[in-house]
């Protein structure tokens, strides 16, 4: 299966944030507080563990073990390496949290209909991104300092911030579909009437 735009934005863009918090959580991890650090790391490991387990379910629609094994995969790692160097508690906060983020998103991506499939990954591609930065500004508001980052002082302005997001929603809005639908409906149909077919055969 060869990936969209769409689907490559939405799988790689949450994964960047991640990697961007990590270096500022490590950079800055003195001037933070242990609540702080916990609450960034059990928001990664959530987020990120639930849109892959969503995006999971989706495409391996009808293995429901595979799908929860690879999300709670991913929420897992993320939430282990951004708390990793800010002691235990912030890493075991950031496993359990994927972990159970993964578990819940793969089980809403094989639950979902297939016509809702598109909207159920744009919808929770929205609140993790949301809530990254969210975890972002936090981390910026939490420090002594401000940071010399240009995407952390673009934090400070809330109206900057608010038509850049939009800007950005508004060009992977427009960069085609992330699910095909007619393909996994067919695929679906197609090991329904093999399932039907088997049981015929044993009758």
């Not at 639950?111 to 990954?121: A, R």
């Not at 240009?150 to 302005?157: G, S, T």
């Not at 639908?181 to 399932?195: A, F, M, P, R, Y």
């Amino acid at each position: 299966m060869i990936m969209s735009k769409a689907l490559l934005m939405t799988i790689i863009t949450p994964l960047l944030l991640t990697f961007y918090i990590s270096l500022c959580l490590v950079k800055q991890r003195k001037n933070i507080a242990s609540m702080t650090s916990m609450t960034i790391t059990m928001t990664v490991g959530m987020m990120n563990g639930l849109l892959s387990g969503v995006i999971f379910g989706v495409f391996l629609n009808g293995n429901l073990f595979l799908s929860t094994v690879l999300g709670m995969g991913v929420g897992f790692i993320c939430g282990s390496i951004v708390g990793l160097l800010n002691g235990i508690i912030p890493v075991l906060n950031g496993m359990l949290s994927g972990l159970m983020g993964g578990m819940m998103g793969a089980m809403l991506g094989e639950m979902v209909m297939v016509q809702y499939q598109e909207s159920t990954i744009k919808i929770f591609f929205t609140l993790v991104i949301v809530s990254l930065i969210l975890a972002l500004n936090l981390l910026n508001d939490e420090t002594q300092k401000p940071f010399t980052q240009p995407f952390n002082k673009m934090l400070e302005h809330p109206i900057a911030s608010a038509i850049i997001l939009i800007g950005f929603f508004y060009i992977y809005n427009n960069m085609g579909l992330i699910v095909n639908t007619e393909s996994l409906q067919v695929d679906l149909d197609i090991e329904h009437n093999h399932i039907i077919d088997n049981s015929g055969n044993v009758d």
